[in-house]
């Protein structure tokens, strides 16, 4: 990776799958919730932030920012890509239910890490949404970030074939050590 219009074309491409898996775990939770954890103040991440900026100039959202309820609709979030982290990150109790086991957890904070994760010290110590000049973009460390999103996506599959196969074990390999630092009662085991 060694530009900014690659960067955003590859981070919009893997942020819009596991957009798309998240949705797919928890849909019948988060259809069904009255609870309000898309708030305005997160959704303005996406306006200050450079990086945030460009996704949303090349994915175009169907509506226009609202200042009471931000990118929020009675359909979910209209933002095709470029939610701030933090969005991704949010796990209610009601999630963390649908499967006590710890294992199943583990996945699940991994899953809601993927997004954060490739943007880490992306200049110095500072997360990629966190530049605040677009001049700073193109100083970008692209070698750290490729290697992140190659992380990330190492990782999102190893979850997803869990997830998805009730026959799978999760182990805590390093890449997904790397993306989040799994429970002390983390076993191999499967609980259920």
């Known amino acids: 990776m060694n530009s900014i219009s690659k960067i955003i074309e590859d981070y919009a491409a893997f942020e819009a799958e596991v957009r798309a898996y998240s949705t797919k775990i928890y849909f019948n939770h988060c259809s069904a919730c009255k609870g309000a954890c898309c708030k305005p103040e997160?959704?303005?991440?996406?306006?200050?932030?450079?990086?945030?900026?460009?996704?949303?100039?090349?994915?175009?959202?169907?509506?226009?920012?609202?200042?009471?309820?931000?990118?929020?609709?009675?359909?979910?979030?209209?933002?095709?890509?470029?939610?701030?982290?933090?969005?991704?990150?949010?796990?209610?109790?009601?999630?963390?239910?649908?499967?006590?086991?710890?294992?199943?957890?583990?996945?699940?904070?991994?899953?809601?890490?993927?997004?954060?994760?490739?943007?880490?010290?992306?200049?110095?110590?500072?997360?990629?949404?966190?530049l605040q000049e677009s001049s700073e973009l193109k100083r970008i460390n692209f070698t750290r970030f490729g290697k992140q999103l190659n992380e990330a996506d190492k990782a999102f599959k190893r979850v997803r074939s869990f997830l998805d196969d009730d026959a799978a074990e999760l182990n805590p390999s390093p890449i997904l050590k790397e993306i989040h630092t799994p429970p002390a009662d983390f076993s191999v085991k499967r609980f259920y």
């Not at 009675?74 to 969005?87: I, S």
């Open 42 to 130: 997160y959704c303005e991440e996406s306006l200050t932030s450079p990086f945030l900026g460009l996704l949303r100039q090349h994915f175009v959202p169907e509506v226009v920012y609202d200042a009471e309820r931000g990118w929020l609709t009675e359909t979910g979030c209209a933002l095709p890509v470029g939610r701030p982290p933090v969005c991704y990150q949010f796990l209610c109790d009601t999630i963390l239910s649908m499967r006590p086991a710890t294992d199943f957890r583990y996945a699940i904070s991994i899953l809601c890490n993927l997004v954060n994760h490739i943007g880490k010290k992306a200049r110095g110590r500072k997360h990629v949404v966190e």
